[in-house]
């Protein structure tokens, strides 16, 4: 299972704290070794867009992801930055050079 999850800032003004904060997110989640989660983090031309996308080989590595210290943390972070919340959508891999 995969997500798109389109983050959007209230502000500008946030863009390097989101960077930061999105760069602790991954650095957690390695450390936390959650097996069967991929995640990656994306900046856009829009210094107020991002844009995640989150891989979970089952529902087990999607629980380890949102019961993370390193999400909890990310959450507390940026969560007063966002102009509303992030947007998640149900993706599927067509292919991949990942395998």
């Given at each position: 299972?995969?997500?798109?999850?389109?983050?959007?800032?209230?502000?500008?003004?946030?863009?390097?704290?989101?960077?930061?904060?999105?760069?602790?997110?991954?650095?957690?989640?390695?450390?936390?070794?959650?097996?069967?989660?991929?995640?990656?983090?994306?900046?856009?031309?829009?210094?107020?867009?991002?844009?995640?996308?989150?891989?979970?080989?089952?529902?087990?590595?999607?629980?380890?992801?949102?019961?993370?210290?390193?999400?909890?943390?990310?959450k507390?972070?940026?969560?007063?930055?966002?102009?509303?919340?992030?947007?998640?959508?149900?993706?599927?891999?067509?292919?991949?050079t990942?395998?």
């Open positions: 299972m995969s997500f798109l999850v389109r983050y959007t800032l209230a502000s500008a003004d946030s863009h390097a704290h989101q960077t930061d904060a999105m760069q602790a997110l991954v650095a957690g989640l390695k450390s936390e070794g959650i097996d069967g989660l991929h995640y990656s983090c994306f900046s856009t031309e829009n210094p107020t867009e991002f844009i995640g996308v989150l891989e979970f080989v089952d529902d087990v590595a999607k629980q380890g992801f949102l019961n993370s210290a390193a999400f909890a943390e990310y507390g972070k940026v969560g007063p930055t966002f102009a509303n919340p992030p947007e998640t959508s149900d993706i599927t891999s067509i292919a991949t990942r395998d």
